[in-house]
């Protein structure tokens, strides 16, 4: 596992792979550090150290395909948030969590689409809406049909973790690298229906001016 301060510019890591810068949002105490710490070394912190910012770089097969995943862990607490717009300017995915036992931070939760909005002037950003803690289930604030109701008006993915158990973490991230080169796949179809519509109108301007040239 290494440590970085930043996220790197580039999106091919040195190995070659496509890299995907991902970044994780929510509010403090939601288990944004537990969830990124299963997932990158299976380990589960029991205890809460507010993040400041912290970044991880792991490497793993999505698809049958390498995916080096530069991931951007963030402060939920209001006292570390003054980076949240670089971060959100740098990030190509983000993971948007709340915490299953905790109503307050799904209202924060539901917040973030707009503040990323505000940064990137886009709507149509990958994102993967988790409800984290359902180990806890004796103290459910949020009901699973409230998480699904606005992973919808996100349109985006929607999972129930537990960092604790380790449950559907992998999901999570895969889940966001699949969305991300959906994306990504969508816009080559876009560039490439351009690029023909392009040489389609060139072909026409020819042959008018061949059309003109003989007529004069
Ligand atoms: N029972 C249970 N506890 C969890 C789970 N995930 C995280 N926790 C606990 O919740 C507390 C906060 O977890 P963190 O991962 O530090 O939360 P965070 O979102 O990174 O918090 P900030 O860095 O302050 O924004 C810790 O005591 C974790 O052990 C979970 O799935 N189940
Ligand atoms: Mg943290």
């Given at each position: 596992m290494e440590l970085e301060n930043e996220i790197s510019s580039?999106?091919?890591?040195s190995a070659g792979s496509r890299e995907y810068k991902v970044v994780m949002l929510g509010a403090?105490?939601?288990g944004k550090s537990a969830m990124t710490m299963q997932f990158i070394s299976?380990?589960?912190?029991?205890y809460h150290d507010p993040t400041i910012e912290d970044a991880y770089k792991t490497q793993v097969r999505i698809d049958d395909e390498p995916a080096y995943l530069d991931i951007l862990d963030t402060a939920g607490q209001a006292e570390f948030t003054a980076m949240r717009d670089q971060y959100m300017r740098g990030g190509e995915g983000f993971i948007i969590c709340y915490s299953i036992t905790d109503r307050q931070s799904f209202q924060e939760a539901a917040e973030f689409k707009e503040l990323i909005y505000c940064v990137?002037?886009?709507?149509d950003i990958p994102l993967v809406l988790v409800g984290n803690k359902t180990d806890l289930e004796e103290f459910r604030q949020v009901s699973t049909e409230e998480g699904m109701n606005l992973a919808r008006e996100y349109s985006c993915s929607f999972f129930e973790t537990s960092a604790a158990l380790r449950f559907y973490i992998d999901d999570v991230f895969h889940g966001l690298v699949r969305e991300i080169r959906r994306k990504e796949s969508s816009l080559t179809v876009a560039e490439k229906k351009m690029k023909r519509k392009d040489s389609l109108w060139r072909k026409l301007k020819g042959s008018l001016r061949k059309k003109k040239e003989s007529t004069t």
């Open positions: 580039s999106n091919n890591s403090g105490g939601v299976h380990r589960f912190p029991d990137r002037h886009t709507y």
